[in-house]
């Protein structure tokens, strides 16, 4: 089974390329992120005429979730248990549904803004709520995927001196991703897709796509006896090349992870 991540800022103005993307690379399972639309104004038509099925959560023109599976989709859930709320609203950020077997999570941490910003600490209490929410599923074939808005690493990022007072990068950010390995979840595409100067996210600002100015965010977390199953991986940086395809990227690139039966 082929399974994906991508965080495709607009699913609406990006369909023709959600499209493409999933026939050229037989896409079994798409984790998306960013929708911006409620799921009444996705257009699903050209989705569903080759074969797939669609869950999705989403609230508003902001955040917004989605998984696209040709291989069934069942036991959706909208949120993981205890998901904390931001200002005291519901956000579309986490959905899941088992698919060929897989319990895959769809998920889109939030950006936490400023380390003084209140969107900071509940980025904080949304990774702890869901760390602990995974830890119980580690027996489970479970895949948590999608955009993190952490880079783990200091290779993870294009100038460490430019972000040395910002987020994705502090330590308590950095240990709270690190917990979820801690508890037993294998980050697989990293073996697979060695850095350093390896991203998946590109700001549109100053051409830092052709620079290779970028971050790598977007993450595939398997559980133990998904993990096991794991026999490649590749980050597909064309749908992010703005001489590919029609229309704008995304500013984020797919994720594509390989399992075996």
């Known amino acids: 089974m082929r ?26 399972v798409l984790a998306v992120q960013e929708t911006k639309a409620r799921e009444d104004q996705l257009p699903l038509m050209g989705l569903h005429a080759r074969g797939y099925d669609i869950a999705a959560a989403g609230y508003n023109q902001w955040n917004g979730v989605a998984i696209i ?31 060929g077997g897989v319990r895959i999570w769809s998920l889109y941490v939030p950006n936490g803004r400023k380390i003084d910003d209140p ?57 709270a991703f690190q917990a979820f390995l801690d508890s037993g979840y294998a980050e697989v595409t990293r073996p697979h897709t060695p850095g350093p100067d390896v991203y998946t996210y590109w700001d549109y600002y100053r051409q830092r796509f052709e620079r290779n100015r970028g971050l790598r965010i977007d993450f595939a977390l398997c559980s133990p006896p998904l993990a096991s199953r794991v026999t490649g991986a590749f980050i597909d940086t064309d749908e992010r090349d703005p001489a590919q395809g029609t229309g704008s990227p995304s500013d984020h690139a797919p994720v594509i992870v390989d399992l075996s039966d």
Not at 71 to 90: C, L, Q
Request: aromatic share 10%.
């Open 3 to 28: 399974i994906a991540t991508w965080n495709v800022n607009s699913l609406r103005s990006r369909i023709d390329r959600v499209e493409a993307f999933l026939e050229r690379h037989d896409i079994d």
């Open 69 to 99: 599976s040709r291989v069934g989709i069942e036991d959706v859930t909208v949120g993981f248990p205890d998901m904390p709320e931001f200002d005291g609203a519901s956000e579309a950020r986490a959905i899941g549904a088992l698919c």
């Open 119 to 175: 969107h900071y600490a509940y980025k904080l209490d949304w990774l702890g709520k869901l760390r602990t929410a995974a830890a119980e599923w580690t027996d489970q074939p479970v895949a948590l995927v999608g955009d993190w808005n952490i880079a783990p690493t200091d290779e993870d990022v294009f100038d460490m001196a430019q972000f040395a007072t910002s987020t994705h990068v502090t330590p308590p950010e950095r240990a």
